[in-house]
């Protein structure tokens, strides 16, 4: 068993890896000519080096963690346990220091991959104003609230199951059923919450561009409670705009960067584009997507907890849950990719209406040129492989959603 999870570990970033490569070689060739302005000489330069780049980053990444990852299951994972057994009696507080301390491992090892993606990578071509501190209070921010969301939703399941062990479906349903509400709750609530940890929203001042905005959202329907402006700026020269919230209220979310960078025209675009998920309840067919895959993953997890030979594998007496979440995380890579194709391509046909609701309340020019400054200023990649848009892309590549608007 243990050599069967070892390999499908290592078939996961074989195949991977393959696709990053075939991504990676498709992305030279000429680029679709109804995005060949995207990128003048000097900027198809910079997009290239900062594209290899990452490419080469991504590869090392992945092939250390992997490696990091198949030494621990031949032996420490199951030392740990047993020395967290005799810390404390209670199965709950030995899964939640099992897995605190697996976190807490994770977080370290990946701090200089972190630093040098931000402060050498992202910054020599031209993307990062974090600062170290920043970097460091963000990461310790995100530590302290994984720990504490994650453990608490953990500490659930887990009592769930000293509950009704042995009733599997009952335990499955009632997992699925605590998973999809606080799905909802993340949506409604903890989003905007999760966001104003890092970032600070400032009211967007009277004028032109929020009288627009305002009567673009009454025009369809939708009241828009506020319209903020993110200070993306300080971490970040890269661009984005949405609308938060569910229902007919919603906050709008602006990129201080957008504000830099685009025209108030097409910032109008691309918001329509955002109002144009709403109003085709974009939103809530996601949430029901993402709840419908929480109780195949809750089948997954309430399978992995009936088997020991999982866990007599690597060393472990019997079942432990802790190790049980890290085992179902990597039984779920494959069936992560096999899910991501139907499902990117239900995300990417709600992009392309998104953008045909925007032609139609504004103007295609101004969205169409929106597109590609989002792209020139991104660095966006312009030709991706088809493979790696079917396994991974929510969005549309670029050229093929200009191209329908463009008829």
Same mark, same amino acid.
């Given at each position: ?23 990676? #070689? ?21 997009w290239?080096?900062? $594209? ?6 991504g ?6 963690n ?12 199951? $030392?740990?346990?047993?020395? %967290? ?12 220091? *099992?897995?605190?301390?697996?976190q807490?491992?994770? +977080?370290? +090892? ?6 040098? =993606?931000?402060?050498? &990578? ?9 600062? #170290? #501190?920043?970097?460091? =209070? ?12 994650g ?19 009952? *335990? %499955? +349903?009632?997992?699925? &059923? ?11 609530? +903890? ?42 700026? #300080? ?18 979310? &602006? ?10 025209d ?22 029901? =997507?993402?709840? %419908? ?9 309430? *399978? ?9 594998? *690597?060393?472990? $007496? ?26 990117? &391509? ?15 309340q504004?103007? =295609?020019?101004?969205?169409i ?34 191209g329908?608007?463009?008829?």
């Amino acid at each position: 068993m243990r050599w069967i999870i070892m390999a499908l570990l290592l078939g996961v970033f074989i195949f991977e890896t393959a696709v990053s490569i075939l991504n990676q #070689k498709h992305s030279l060739r000429p680029i679709p000519r109804n995005v060949r302005d995207v990128y003048d000489k000097e900027g198809y330069k910079k997009w290239l080096a900062y $594209s290899l780049e990452g490419h080469r980053y991504g590869l090392v990444q992945r092939g250390f963690n992997l490696m990091v990852f198949l030494a621990l299951l031949m032996g420490p994972f199951a $030392s740990l346990a047993r020395w %967290v057994s005799l810390q404390t009696t209670s199965p709950i507080f030995q899964s939640l220091l *099992f897995l605190g301390i697996y976190q807490t491992f994770v +977080l370290v +090892l990946g701090l200089p991959f972190g630093l040098y =993606r931000t402060f050498s &990578l992202e910054e020599r071509h031209g993307f990062n104003r974090t600062t #170290k #501190k920043m970097f460091f =209070r963000d990461t310790l921010v995100s530590y302290v609230v994984t720990l504490a969301l994650g453990g608490l939703v953990l500490a659930s399941i887990h009592a769930l199951f000293l509950r009704y062990a042995d009733n599997l479906w009952l *335990f %499955v +349903l009632i997992t699925w &059923l605590g998973l999809a509400v606080l799905l909802v709750f993340v949506a409604a609530v +903890l989003g905007k919450w999760f966001m104003r940890l890092f970032n600070r929203f400032t009211p967007l001042p009277e004028g032109d561009l929020r009288t627009r905005i305002e009567e673009l959202g009454t025009t369809v329907g939708f009241n828009v409670k506020a319209i903020l402006v993110m200070d993306a700026s #300080k971490r970040s020269t890269k661009s984005n705009a949405a609308f938060m919230g569910i229902g007919k209220t919603r906050e709008v979310i &602006l990129f201080d960067t957008l504000l830099e960078r685009m025209s108030d025209d097409e910032i109008v675009a691309v918001l329509a584009h955002e109002l144009g998920h709403a109003v085709h309840k974009d939103t809530w067919r996601l949430l029901a =997507r993402q709840i %419908v895959v929480m109780g195949l993953f809750a089948v997954g997890i309430g *399978f992995v907890l009936q088997v020991p030979a999982f866990y007599t594998a *690597f060393g472990f $007496s019997d079942v432990h849950f802790g190790f049980a979440t890290i085992l179902f995380s990597i039984l779920l890579e494959p069936i992560s990719l096999l899910l991501g194709i139907p499902l990117n &391509l239900l995300s990417r046909q709600a992009e392309y209406k998104a953008d045909a609701f925007a032609a139609e309340q504004t103007d =295609r020019k101004w969205l169409i040129s929106a597109l590609k400054t989002l792209s020139r200023e991104n660095l966006a990649n312009l030709n991706p492989h088809p493979l790696s848009v079917h396994l991974y892309y929510s969005h549309p590549p670029m050229g093929e959603r200009i191209g329908a608007l463009q008829g």
